[in-house]
């Protein structure tokens, strides 16, 4: 199968409740030859809009990030754990929320063929729900960051902090954690570039 194929199929998922809202299936983009995968949590309110990955205020920055790393979006691929909006509905007003394990794992039928089509040689896990999907269940993300770990899906595979939980944690005296997140994406794409290399020679 082909990444266009697996996407055509995602796009018309119904296997979790959070199809039932959702405006857009949020598959991912950028480039499926990168050696360097980004995982998310998953869309907010503008990535249901628009069916693209970070492209609100926590893609922004994420923007930023790359940008700052070196990179840019068109570089890497990005995608995320839940290819749907996970929303609190109940007040009438909707309020992101992390999926549950049970949406996480649904999707999983999506992901995880979709990272073995692309085959990256790393994978950046954005923000914990990520990590603790593909690298361990008991991930912490703030004492575990910035770390490699084995990974099923790469060759190796780190974690970053959310840009939305930056956003949250910054301050006029304080980056939120900005910097660690330039750094982690800067050593995830040499790590990246580094395997591609030995594997080229071979
Ligand atoms: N946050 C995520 O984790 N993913 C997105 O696509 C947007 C915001």
Known sequence: MILDELRSKALVCTACSLSERRTNVVFGEGDPRSPLVLVGEGPGDNEDKTGRPFVGRAGQLLDKALVEAGLSREMVYICNTVKCRAADWSTGKPQNRPPTDEETLACRQWLIPQLGLIAPKVILCVGAPSAKNLIKKNFLITKERGLYFPCEYAKTAMAALHPSYILRQQRPDSDGGF????????????????????????
């Open 179 to 202: 910097g660690l997140l330039v750094q982690d994406i800067e050593r995830a794409w040499q790590a990246a570039q580094k395997l591609a290399e030995k594997d080229a020679q071979h």
